[in-house]
């Protein structure tokens, strides 16, 4: 723990670029699944995939810095963006421990999708109609949603981290 927090003191940057290698190792990895492996992506990983590159461009931007100010407050940023990634991610989950009678993630999410820009500049990336309470792949008994879950919880900590130690710092 004493290596993370040294860290933390004198290599936010680092931090952050590493956060943000993460975000994209995950996308490609989501890509590969699509791609490769055939998973359709259902609307609520379609969001997460939002999530993951917002959370990646705040991280890469924040660390292109080197002014504490604003290492605090793209951090808090970070914290926001990885808490609404946790968010749908934990209701993904809920949503595939508890599955509905009928299935109700499908069409209205997946329109508010569609008119969101960035979908059509990456069409590859965040295409996908698949069902949000299916358990398509696992990997220790978690599926996708449960691993989204612990990987946003995860980049929240360390931006809170991030934040705590730089504002104490000042």
């Known amino acids: 723990m004493n290596f993370v927090l040294t860290q933390l003191d004198t ?11 993460a975000c994209l190792a995950l996308l490609a990895f989501g890509v590969y699944l699509q791609q490769v492996v055939g ?5 609520m990983c379609i969001v997460q995939r939002y999530a993951l590159v917002l959370v990646a461009l ?3 931007l924040t660390g292109a810095s080197g002014r ?9 940023m970070m914290i926001v ?7 749908v ?3 993904q989950s809920w949503l595939q421990w508890y599955p509905p009678e009928v ?8 329109g508010m999708i569609e008119t969101f820009p960035l979908q059509r ?3 590859m990336i965040f295409k996908g109609g698949g069902d949000c309470t299916k358990v398509d792949w696992t990997f220790l008994g978690g599926s996708i949603a449960n691993w989204s879950f612990l990987w946003f919880s995860a980049m929240a900590l360390v931006g809170a981290l991030l934040v705590w130690r730089r504002a104490r710092a000042s």
């Open 11 to 21: 290599a936010p940057r680092r931090v952050l670029a590493t956060v943000c290698l």
């Open 39 to 43: 998973l359709d992506p259902c609307p």
């Open 58 to 60: 705040c991280a890469a």
């Open 68 to 76: 504490k100010g604003l290492h605090v407050f793209g951090s808090l």
């Open 81 to 87: 963006l990885a808490v609404s990634g946790a968010y």
């Open 89 to 91: 991610a934990a209701r």
């Open 103 to 110: 299935v109700s993630c499908g069409r209205d999410l997946y």
């Open 121 to 123: 500049a990456i069409p």
